[in-house]
């Protein structure tokens, strides 16, 4: 979504977008999700919307995502060849 940066689709399916809008400390909510809801009344018929709506994220989706997080991080391989160059090259410099 090109008119609202924070905006990023994370979830396509049966013609269906979800996007996650991130509000950053200090960024007004409200004047956010009134830019959001301009933009969408006005592009309604343009890009074929029949139907939207807005909710937050839940304490369970956040469980899920951060945990999705942790899994990914720990399952991501580790090149450990430039960790050994690192510990060669401080070896001879003592």
Do not use: N, W
Not at 10 to 35: M, N, P, Q, W
Not at 57 to 73: K, N, P, V, Y
């Amino acid at each position: 979504m090109e008119h609202v940066a924070c905006a990023s689709i994370y979830e396509e399916y049966g013609g269906h977008l979800k996007f996650r809008v991130v509000i950053e400390r200090g960024d007004s909510a409200g004047t956010l999700l009134s830019t959001i809801f301009s933009f969408l009344e006005e592009s309604k018929e343009y890009l074929g919307i029949s139907e939207y709506s807005v909710c937050q994220t839940t304490l369970e989706q956040l469980f899920l995502a951060i945990s999705r997080q942790e899994e990914e991080a720990s399952s991501a391989p580790t090149d450990t060849s430039q960790e050994t160059d690192d510990t060669q090259r401080q070896a001879h410099s003592l």
